[in-house]
């Protein structure tokens, strides 16, 4: 491919990768009345202001006159529609270390920290996301170990002066690293080795059986908290750990840990020191795709209790005629649910506690029925996100699902096959949408106030299933109904849920098992 510049117009030629791509919008930004040139090789910015510019190229779907036309089937070029594509694995990973000559790749998270110190909740949170956008991943708990293999255990057991049990806890420890090791050599890409590792003995023999893989690293996790404030601070998660016994119990156990605890030097390689619940965060070596994407979320999240509501807009004009997209407004139904919302988050009648003393941020779609339902409420604060937008369904907007069968017979056949990684022609599919929604789980993970989300079907299930942990593939079968309200309390151990039902005289037919599915506007 050739290109020609006329006049004084400057040009930056940005080769069409991930961070080609985001150095070009950034430019693009920064210089309001620079363009952006989209070919199928490369991205080429303009910086021109009044002068005039052409791009000559061969590349087909532009015309003889250089300008650069729409792609016939619309924005959205990558994997056809038709039913075969979704079976063929899609691409090889291209964003992993590469470092090794046979395996490389593959990544290992150890946590470092004194018991209650919130080790598992920021494991836990790492591994949820991590599978959310789609990386193998998976937690090795060593107390899980220790229980399965010696019951509960009382203080004694971790006396750093009893060899014998050193040695027994070692074991175990290995035991759990070799599980990860068989793990990342089956196809996994992460393995978070969730525990104490409080000595450079432990973490030596960690890292002494890593090395013996091809290419495989380690990022070290270190969660640092005041000891004398962590069982005031963390004591209903502290609780209701697995093999917590007694206050007594655990403070003789501290007692121990903080006789023989070394902290991460950094000869010991990569790491993410975490001081007082994210109030201050050390980096040290974070490179490579990985590690600087775990990093960027650690250094968002936080271990402090709140909750989260997600409720659906209230019933538009579309989900009523059972049409899919769209941007329609609340029918009479949809506005008095929303009323009802309101005053149930006034009231709380039903003694679900709903706004405490602080206030209830909102955050709304950009979509009409959203705003509607959400400007009914009272909040402290109110945002309205456009990655909050119901599922584009492209050139299947505003039908039902039985006029796509009968005009798009192959299109209702691949969603029906696998509606998961489906893409409507021109629209999205849900992992689209989880792209789009990323940076919005950053600003939620960010949040200690309680939080309200509205929004819609297809939305709500990938927030849904990423608060829950979810497989990927329930993720388009969850029932999301109307008129409810969803609240979630993230625990350590999971997220705790409960449902309430706020308007009852009227379902809509996207809630009938035959139409679960419908995406609403």
């Known amino acids: ?56 190229s061969s590349s087909e779907g532009e015309g003889d006159d250089g300008e650069h036309k729409e792609h016939p089937e619309g924005p959205n070029i990558g994997f056809g529609s038709d039913p075969t594509w979704m079976h063929k694995g899609g691409p090889e990973r291209t964003d992993l270390f590469h470092t090794g000559n046979k ?42 170990y ?13 006396d ?44 030596e023999l960690i890292r002494e059986r890593v090395s013996k893989e091809d290419g495989f690293n380690i990022l070290w996790i270190e969660n640092i908290v005041d000891p004398e404030q962590i069982l005031s601070r963390n004591s209903a998660s502290i609780h209701t750990s697995p093999d ?29 020191k975490i001081y007082d619940s994210g109030e201050k965060i050390q980096l040290h070596q974070i490179n490579g795709f990985l590690r600087t994407k775990i990093a960027s979320f650690v250094m968002n999240i936080h271990t402090s209790p709140r909750t989260i509501y997600m409720v659906r807009a209230g019933e538009s004009e579309f989900i009523k005629r059972g049409l899919i997209g769209g941007d329609s407004d609340l029918t009479a139904h949809g506005i008095e649910f929303a009323n009802a919302l309101s005053s149930f988050l006034q009231l709380d009648e039903t003694g679900f506690s709903v706004v405490p003393e602080q206030g209830l941020t909102v955050w709304s779609s ?34 039902t699902y039985d006029q796509i069968k009968v005009r798009f017979p192959q299109e209702y056949r691949a969603r029906q096959s696998d509606k998961l990684r489906y893409r409507y022609p ?37 927030l849904y299933a990423y608060f829950l942990d979810l497989p990927m593939e329930e993720l388009p079968f969850l029932s999301i109904n109307l008129n409810t309200l969803i609240r979630l309390d993230p625990k350590a151990y999971g997220c705790k849920e409960k449902r309430v039902k706020i308007v009852n005289q009227h379902e809509e037919e996207g809630d009938d098992p035959d139409h679960v599915d419908t995406d609403e506007g």
């Open 1 to 56: 491919m050739t290109s020609s510049v006329q006049g004084q117009s400057k040009y930056i030629i940005l080769a069409a990768t991930g961070l080609g791509v985001a150095l070009a919008l950034y430019f693009m930004r920064s210089r309001r009345k620079g363009k952006i040139y989209i070919t199928k090789e490369k991205f080429i910015l303009s910086n021109e202001g009044s002068s005039k510019s052409s791009l000559v």
């Open 103 to 144: 395996k490389g790749g593959k990544l290992v998270v150890v946590m470092v920290g004194l018991p209650g110190t919130g080790k598992t909740f920021i494991a836990r949170k790492i591994s949820r996301y991590m599978r959310w956008i789609s990386y193998r991943t998976r937690v090795y708990s060593l107390a899980k």
């Open 146 to 158: 220790r229980l399965e293999k010696f019951g509960t255990k009382n203080a004694d057991f971790f």
């Open 160 to 203: 750093p002066s009893n060899e014998e049990n050193i040695q027994q806890r070692a074991e175990l420890m290995l035991s759990a690293v070799e599980d990860a090791m068989r793990y990342l050599k089956r196809d996994g890409e992460i393995a978070i080795i969730d525990g104490a590792n409080t000595t450079l003995y432990r973490r």
């Open 244 to 272: 917590f016994t007694n206050d007594a119990d655990f403070n003789l156990r501290m007692r121990h840990y903080r006789t023989s605890y070394e902290t991460l030097l950094d000869s010991e390689g990569s790491c993410i």
């Open 366 to 399: 950009t979509m009409r029925s959203a705003k509607e339902t959400a400007r009914r409420l009272h909040a402290s604060k109110y945002v309205e996100w456009r990655a909050l937008r119901e599922i584009e369904a492209g050139v299947c907007d505003g039908l």
């Open 426 to 462: 021109r629209g999205e599919s849900y992992f689209d949408v989880i792209t789009r929604l990323e940076p919005l789980i950053f600003e939620v993970e960010r949040q200690k106030e309680p939080l309200l989300i509205v929004a819609h079907l297809a939305v709500l299930r990938c």
